[in-house]
Protein backbone atom coordinates (compact mmCIF):
# COMPACT_ATOMS: atom_id res chain seq x y z
CA UNK A 1 0.00 0.00 0.00
CA UNK A 2 1.08 3.53 -0.82
CA UNK A 3 2.00 5.31 2.30
CA UNK A 4 1.83 8.76 1.44
CA UNK A 5 -1.17 10.17 -0.54
CA UNK A 6 -4.08 13.07 -0.32
CA UNK A 7 -7.43 11.50 1.67
CA UNK A 8 -10.92 14.00 2.16
CA UNK A 9 -12.94 13.01 5.18
CA UNK A 10 -15.93 11.71 3.75
CA UNK A 11 -18.09 13.52 7.17
CA UNK A 12 -16.41 16.95 7.00
CA UNK A 13 -14.52 17.09 3.52
CA UNK A 14 -11.32 17.98 5.51
CA UNK A 15 -8.32 16.94 3.49
CA UNK A 16 -5.87 14.98 4.86
CA UNK A 17 -2.20 13.82 4.07
CA UNK A 18 -1.74 10.31 5.56
CA UNK A 19 1.85 9.69 6.12
CA UNK A 20 3.06 5.87 6.73
CA UNK A 21 0.33 4.33 7.91
CA UNK A 22 1.42 0.76 9.35
CA UNK A 23 -0.32 -2.73 8.34
CA UNK A 24 -3.33 -2.93 10.38
CA UNK A 25 -3.62 0.98 11.15
CA UNK A 26 -6.23 3.57 11.25
CA UNK A 27 -6.26 7.27 10.32
CA UNK A 28 -8.85 9.30 11.91
CA UNK A 29 -10.17 12.18 11.19
CA UNK A 30 -8.70 15.02 13.14
CA UNK A 31 -11.57 17.20 13.18
CA UNK A 32 -14.56 14.87 13.57
CA UNK A 33 -12.91 11.57 13.99
CA UNK A 34 -14.08 9.75 11.54
CA UNK A 35 -12.04 7.05 9.81
CA UNK A 36 -10.54 8.08 6.83
CA UNK A 37 -8.98 5.14 6.12
CA UNK A 38 -7.85 1.69 7.60
CA UNK A 39 -5.24 -0.55 5.98
CA UNK A 40 -6.21 -4.03 6.60
CA UNK A 41 -4.30 -6.91 6.86
CA UNK A 42 -4.08 -8.95 3.64
CA UNK A 43 -6.82 -7.23 2.45
CA UNK A 44 -7.13 -8.97 -0.86
CA UNK A 45 -5.94 -12.48 0.08
CA UNK A 46 -8.80 -12.35 2.46
CA UNK A 47 -10.96 -10.82 0.47
CA UNK A 48 -10.44 -12.99 -2.50
CA UNK A 49 -11.14 -16.21 -0.02
CA UNK A 50 -14.19 -15.29 2.01
CA UNK A 51 -15.71 -13.77 -2.43
CA UNK A 52 -14.78 -17.77 -3.49
CA UNK A 53 -16.60 -19.06 -0.54
CA UNK A 54 -19.61 -17.22 -1.18
CA UNK A 55 -19.86 -17.96 -4.30
CA UNK A 56 -19.50 -22.30 -3.13
CA UNK A 57 -22.52 -20.81 -0.76
CA UNK A 58 -24.30 -19.12 -3.06
CA UNK A 59 -24.02 -22.25 -5.15
CA UNK A 60 -25.31 -24.67 -2.63
CA UNK A 61 -28.13 -22.45 -1.69
CA UNK A 62 -29.10 -22.68 -5.13
CA UNK A 63 -29.15 -26.17 -6.05
CA UNK A 64 -30.15 -27.77 -2.45
CA UNK A 65 -33.48 -27.56 -1.40
CA UNK A 66 -34.09 -24.74 0.95
CA UNK A 67 -37.04 -26.35 2.72
CA UNK A 68 -39.14 -29.77 3.21
CA UNK A 69 -42.39 -30.13 4.38
CA UNK A 70 -43.82 -33.33 6.12
CA UNK A 71 -47.50 -34.04 6.77
CA UNK A 72 -48.78 -36.92 6.79
CA UNK A 73 -48.30 -38.49 3.62
CA UNK A 74 -47.54 -35.46 1.63
CA UNK A 75 -43.78 -34.92 1.07
CA UNK A 76 -42.55 -31.63 -0.56
CA UNK A 77 -39.27 -30.17 -1.21
CA UNK A 78 -38.31 -26.96 -2.48
CA UNK A 79 -35.10 -24.84 -3.53
CA UNK A 80 -34.87 -21.30 -4.04
CA UNK A 81 -35.79 -21.02 -7.82
CA UNK A 82 -38.51 -23.73 -7.05
CA UNK A 83 -40.25 -21.13 -4.45
CA UNK A 84 -39.63 -18.20 -7.47
CA UNK A 85 -41.32 -20.47 -9.74
CA UNK A 86 -44.27 -21.23 -6.83
CA UNK A 87 -44.96 -17.65 -6.48
CA UNK A 88 -44.49 -16.54 -10.04
CA UNK A 89 -47.28 -19.61 -11.43
CA UNK A 90 -49.54 -18.51 -8.26
CA UNK A 91 -50.11 -14.94 -10.15
CA UNK A 92 -48.00 -13.46 -7.46
CA UNK A 93 -45.03 -12.50 -10.41
CA UNK A 94 -44.14 -9.18 -8.38
CA UNK A 95 -43.41 -10.52 -5.69
CA UNK A 96 -41.40 -13.58 -7.51
CA UNK A 97 -39.70 -10.75 -9.03
CA UNK A 98 -38.57 -9.57 -6.18
CA UNK A 99 -37.14 -12.42 -4.85
CA UNK A 100 -35.53 -13.42 -7.70
CA UNK A 101 -33.69 -9.75 -8.01
CA UNK A 102 -33.42 -9.23 -4.11
CA UNK A 103 -32.00 -13.23 -3.16
CA UNK A 104 -30.91 -14.60 -6.23
CA UNK A 105 -29.81 -12.20 -8.75
CA UNK A 106 -27.85 -9.12 -7.07
CA UNK A 107 -25.84 -11.26 -4.68
CA UNK A 108 -24.82 -12.90 -7.48
CA UNK A 109 -23.55 -10.10 -9.58
CA UNK A 110 -22.17 -8.82 -6.62
CA UNK A 111 -20.17 -11.94 -5.89
CA UNK A 112 -18.71 -11.81 -9.48
CA UNK A 113 -18.16 -7.96 -9.72
CA UNK A 114 -16.20 -8.38 -6.37
CA UNK A 115 -14.19 -11.03 -8.06
CA UNK A 116 -13.36 -9.27 -11.07
CA UNK A 117 -11.95 -6.61 -8.83
CA UNK A 118 -9.69 -9.44 -6.92
CA UNK A 119 -8.25 -11.34 -9.15
CA UNK A 120 -6.70 -9.11 -11.30
CA UNK A 121 -5.31 -7.21 -8.09
CA UNK A 122 -4.11 -10.88 -6.46
CA UNK A 123 -2.50 -10.86 -9.76
CA UNK A 124 -0.72 -7.36 -9.42
CA UNK A 125 -2.64 -6.30 -12.62
CA UNK A 126 -4.63 -3.13 -12.94
CA UNK A 127 -9.06 -4.08 -12.66
CA UNK A 128 -10.67 -4.21 -15.71
CA UNK A 129 -13.51 -1.18 -16.44
CA UNK A 130 -12.90 -0.37 -12.60
CA UNK A 131 -14.54 2.70 -11.91
CA UNK A 132 -17.99 1.35 -14.38
CA UNK A 133 -17.82 -2.09 -12.23
CA UNK A 134 -16.99 -0.37 -8.53
CA UNK A 135 -20.18 2.12 -9.19
CA UNK A 136 -22.40 -0.88 -10.38
CA UNK A 137 -21.85 -2.88 -7.24
CA UNK A 138 -22.53 0.21 -4.73
CA UNK A 139 -25.37 0.81 -7.07
CA UNK A 140 -26.85 -2.80 -6.58
CA UNK A 141 -25.61 -3.24 -3.43
CA UNK A 142 -28.69 -1.69 -1.18
CA UNK A 143 -30.74 -4.38 -3.29
CA UNK A 144 -29.46 -7.57 -1.81
CA UNK A 145 -31.82 -7.66 0.78
CA UNK A 146 -30.69 -11.58 1.74
CA UNK A 147 -31.17 -10.98 5.49
CA UNK A 148 -34.85 -9.86 4.58
CA UNK A 149 -35.64 -13.06 2.75
CA UNK A 150 -34.26 -15.03 5.46
CA UNK A 151 -36.40 -13.25 7.87
CA UNK A 152 -39.23 -13.83 6.05
CA UNK A 153 -38.58 -17.69 5.65
CA UNK A 154 -38.00 -18.19 9.67
CA UNK A 155 -41.73 -16.36 9.96
CA UNK A 156 -43.00 -19.14 7.64
CA UNK A 157 -41.22 -21.97 9.47
CA UNK A 158 -42.63 -20.58 12.94
CA UNK A 159 -46.16 -20.58 11.57
CA UNK A 160 -45.18 -23.89 9.38
CA UNK A 161 -43.94 -25.88 12.19
CA UNK A 162 -47.71 -26.07 14.14
CA UNK A 163 -49.48 -27.47 11.37
CA UNK A 164 -46.70 -29.97 9.73
CA UNK A 165 -43.37 -31.19 10.15
CA UNK A 166 -40.66 -28.94 8.26
CA UNK A 167 -37.15 -30.13 7.73
CA UNK A 168 -34.60 -27.48 6.77
CA UNK A 169 -32.58 -27.71 3.95
CA UNK A 170 -28.67 -27.90 3.16
CA UNK A 171 -29.50 -24.49 1.32
CA UNK A 172 -31.46 -22.42 4.03
CA UNK A 173 -27.20 -22.97 6.40
CA UNK A 174 -25.56 -22.17 3.14
CA UNK A 175 -27.85 -19.31 3.05
CA UNK A 176 -27.42 -18.23 6.54
CA UNK A 177 -23.12 -18.62 6.40
CA UNK A 178 -23.72 -16.88 3.30
CA UNK A 179 -25.29 -13.63 4.90
CA UNK A 180 -22.26 -14.17 7.33
CA UNK A 181 -19.77 -14.52 4.24
CA UNK A 182 -21.48 -11.32 2.51
CA UNK A 183 -20.91 -9.44 5.99
CA UNK A 184 -17.17 -10.10 6.40
CA UNK A 185 -15.97 -9.54 3.11
CA UNK A 186 -17.76 -6.13 3.34
CA UNK A 187 -15.60 -5.27 6.39
CA UNK A 188 -12.38 -6.63 4.68
CA UNK A 189 -12.18 -5.13 1.17
CA UNK A 190 -9.80 -2.37 1.41
CA UNK A 191 -11.22 -0.40 -1.80
CA UNK A 192 -8.60 1.79 -1.63
CA UNK A 193 -6.20 -0.48 -2.71
CA UNK A 194 -7.67 -0.95 -6.20
CA UNK A 195 -8.43 3.14 -6.51
CA UNK A 196 -4.46 3.24 -6.00
CA UNK A 197 -3.57 0.30 -8.86
CA UNK A 198 -6.01 2.34 -10.94
CA UNK A 199 -4.09 5.66 -10.61
CA UNK A 200 -0.37 3.84 -10.13
CA UNK A 201 -0.85 2.24 -13.75
CA UNK A 202 -2.61 5.13 -16.04
ZN1 LIG B 1 -13.89 14.74 9.35
Avoid at 5 to 11: G, K, M, P, R, Y
Avoid at 127 to 151: A, C, D, H, R, T
Avoid at 167 to 190: K, M, R
Wanted: glycine share 6%.
Amino acid sequence: MQTDFLVACHECDLLHRIVGLPEGGTGICSRCGAVLVSHKRNSIDRSLALTITGLILFIMANVYPLLAIKSGSLFKATTLMGSVEVLYSTGMWQVALLVFLTAILIPFLDLVSRLCILIPLKMNKKPWKLPFIMSFSQSINPWGMMEVFMLGILVSVVKLVKMMKVIPGISLFAFVLLILVLAAIATSFDTHLAWEKEEGER
